[in-house]
């Protein structure tokens, strides 16, 4: 689907950062109409090198099998990625699309070339750290009866080259959460305080962990948690902890870092996720990864 970037590793650990993400690519807008479940997809190209890949958009509205409106996402090249979502009509299931941003790979094993100095698939115990540094604001009809999230959907997967969702397991990081029916069905393992900056400041959120079917899941303690902020912390933590309580070794390798929301629970949906900053620091171990 796309072609990955290798770059080759050192001997001791390094440190790799994106560089303006936001501002680094030529501005582009894909939109998907109602009814459909396919979406639209963009690649991000480079402003100072277009045949090189920054990020991947998609509309993804796999259950909007009804009702009419749209889905669009926006790079606008100048610091920001606005998801507008303006939908009536919908089924109304647990969740009817979920549109995302990509940086590297995913369950599949397609793979955008970025050309931020990131490596993706990489092996959990290839790294030492993974930081998030994002802001973010969910604004328009969120309460009420609309279900609707901000989530990090990770796949860590059973190889580098996996064949789908059966060969992978899904990490869910839900700062948002405002879904009726909650954790139903879900295992509670533990509450977990993560050391975050938040809005500049050094805090500690507070996360319930759940297991649910090849799922682990880090909700809000507080719910609903925080319909927009500027959030820094270290993704790998959470991974490395959702592989051990998952209890199977062989869910290793990281496709890539997917941001997003998703939304259900109801006929229409009229909101706007925009994110103002989307950056990440990989610091390596030396020696492994790929």
């Known amino acids: 689907m796309f072609a990955a970037l290798c770059l080759p590793l050192s001997a001791g650990a390094q440190t790799y950062a994106t ?53 669009s996402m926006k790079y606008t090249g100048s610091g920001s990625i606005v998801t507008n979502v303006n939908l009536s009509g919908l089924p109304g299931g647990g969740v009817d699309g979920s549109p995302f941003t990509l940086l590297g790979c995913d369950q599949w094993a397609g793979c955008e070339a970025a050309g931020q100095p990131l490596h993706f698939p990489v092996q959990l115990s290839g790294m030492s750290s993974l930081i998030v540094d ?25 190889s580098n080259h996996p064949n789908g969702i059966p060969d992978c397991l899904e990490v869910e990081v839900l700062p948002y959460y405002s879904f009726r029916y909650g954790h139903s069905g879900a295992k509670f393992v533990r509450t977990l305080n993560l050391p975050v900056i938040l809005n500049g400041a050094s805090r500690t959120l507070r ?14 303690h507080d719910l609903p948690g925080l319909p927009s902020a500027s959030i820094r912390f270290d993704m790998l933590a959470l991974l490395n902890q959702a592989a051990s309580d998952f209890g199977k070794s062989c869910f290793s390798w990281l496709m890539g870092m997917e941001a997003g929301t998703e939304f259900g629970g109801n006929a229409a949906q009229s909101y706007t996720l925009t994110l103002t900053k989307l950056d990440f620091e990989q610091t390596l171990a030396g020696g492994h990864g790929r």
């Open 134 to 158: 994002y802001s973010y604001a969910l604004s328009g009809d969120i309460g009420g009866n609309r279900d609707i999230d901000m989530i990090w959907d990770e796949w860590v997967c059973n």
């Open 207 to 220: 996360f319930d962990e759940y297991i649910w079917g090849q799922d682990v899941l880090y909700f809000p």
């Open 19 to 71: 560089k303006s993400l936001l501002s680094a690519g030529r501005p582009v807008t894909k939109t998907s109409n109602a009814p459909g479940t396919h979406g639209a997809v963009g690649i991000v190209a480079s402003a100072s090198n277009s045949p090189t890949n920054l990020l991947l958009l998609y509309t993804n509205p796999w259950a909007v099998k009804t009702g009419s409106g749209t889905i």
